[in-house]
């Protein structure tokens, strides 16, 4: 079974600071995408990586993507207010046969001033 | 552009009850995907149409949930016999159907069952 884990599952940051959410999953994939949820919304696609070392970045947020540590990361750079949400990683299973995504749980970051 | 819509927004149901939601996605999308979202979790799949056939349905949780997409637009996601633990928000996605495509969220039915 697919499993896809997000730490930590709750970040508090103050503004300004740098910090990275960190995204493992179980099986061979090279497709990894990266959501946002702001409360009581739905989910924004913010990067989709496709192969391995692939690095996308906007504005303040970078993902990267390591196929062979099956591992992800979201960085964050100078936190804003304005980046606070849940933030959610989610595998394509199958080889990217279908399409249907494996979610983590969500890192529900907070940023204070 | 129009983006994915779902209504209605908010469904409350006496537990038995029948209910169904409906999904309009993005035009000209090929795939279509239904997600439950329990509260402080990630969406879980449910099930995947490409056009109007349904090609997998692994993840309904069982038989009192069917899903249709008879013209290969619109959808509903139908609970039959409902119980409390159908509490979730029931999200709908659609892509242009590119094994790589990203999938584009609509604003999701939030679902009670009292």
């Known amino acids: 079974e697919l499993k896809v884990e997000q730490n930590p599952l709750f970040l508090s940051m103050q503004e300004g600071k740098n910090y990275t959410i960190y995204c493992n999953y179980s099986t061979t994939s090279d497709r990894l995408y990266w959501y946002r949820q702001d409360p009581g919304k739905s989910l924004e696609s913010l990067f989709v990586l496709l192969s391995n070392g692939a690095v996308k970045q906007e504005g303040r947020l970078m993902a990267s993507l390591d196929t062979k540590a099956r591992l992800s990361t979201l960085h964050i750079t100078a936190a804003v207010h304005d980046l606070s949400a849940t933030y959610f990683c989610a595998v394509d299973p199958d080889g990217g046969s279908q399409g249907n995504l494996i979610f983590g749980k969500g890192t529900k970051l907070s940023v204070k001033p | ?114």
Do not use: M
């Open chain 2, 1 to 114: 552009g129009a983006g994915v819509s779902q209504s209605p927004r908010y469904k409350v149901a006496k537990r038995g009850q029948d209910v169904a939601l409906r999904c309009d996605p993005i035009s000209g999308h090929v795939s279509l995907f239904w997600y439950q979202q329990a509260l402080g979790q990630g969406p879980e799949f449910l099930t995947y149409f490409q056009n109007e056939a349904q090609l997998d349905k692994s993840g309904l949780p069982s038989d009192r949930f069917f899903a249709e997409r008879p013209e290969g637009s619109v959808s509903t996601l139908k609970i039959q016999r409902t119980q409390q633990e159908d509490s979730a928000v029931y999200l709908c996605a659609s892509s242009l159907g590119g094994v790589t495509d990203t999938q584009y969220f609509g604003p999701g039915t939030r679902l009670t069952v009292l």
